[in-house]
């Protein structure tokens, strides 16, 4: 995500609070000891088997790692029924996502004040929905490359689907508004629903 943040809006001055001491100190503090500890007690065997055999055979095993192989797109596919119930407002949030990012990028030429305070508004607005478009992407792409495929993978991407979601919610009750991707996304819950409900 930081990388894709950086690529894209090629400024890094936001990232510098990450370089605060005290969290990398804590992060050492917390880590380094246990690091330690298990080469000694795996004789340096640790840090090889989880590399060279359970990460490596998962990112490069035709078949998929112990068996687990999937098709291109499968993280895809699972993720309506996985993000149930909040599929009902999936679709609206990316293509809020969409709409907001494309808006951003047409405003050119604003003058005065009022053009200015409004245009840095939009900035701000469109930060944050480059953050999550940068969190989910290029993990996402990495987990449907990748042989090995097991649903949970996507998991931490989630979160900021929520937010996509949230804000689609938000827009929905604060405007009394829901045309971005209305009756796709009723369709897929009344659909996950209805297989939810049976195959029970």
Not at 43 to 53: D, H, K, P, Q, T
Request: charged residues 15%.
């Amino acid at each position: 995500a930081i990388a894709a943040l950086f690529l894209w809006e090629r400024k890094y001055e936001w990232a510098r609070p990450l370089l605060y001491w005290g969290g990398l100190s804590l992060f050492c503090v917390m880590t380094i000891p246990w690091y330690v500890a298990v080469q000694i007690a795996t004789n340096g065997e640790f840090l090889s088997e989880a590399v060279r055999v359970d990460l490596g055979q998962k990112l490069v095993e035709p078949e998929g790692a112990e068996g687990h192989a999937g098709p291109f797109g499968m993280h895809t596919a699972a993720l309506p029924l996985l993000f149930w119930p909040g599929t009902l407002l999936l679709i609206p949030g990316i293509w809020m996502a969409v709409e907001r990012l494309r808006a951003q990028r047409k405003k050119t030429g604003l003058e005065g004040p009022a053009q200015a305070a409004n245009a840095a508004a939009l900035e701000r607005d469109a930060a944050a929905w480059r953050f999550l478009v940068c969190w989910i992407v290029p993990s996402w792409l990495v987990f449907e490359i990748a042989p090995t495929k097991l649903v949970h993978y996507t998991l931490p991407m989630y979160p900021a689907f929520a937010l996509m979601a949230g804000a689609a919610a938000d827009h929905w009750i604060s405007t009394n508004s829901w045309k971005l991707g209305r009756w796709i996304s009723a369709g897929l819950f009344a659909v996950i629903a209805l297989l939810l409900a049976i195959l029970p």
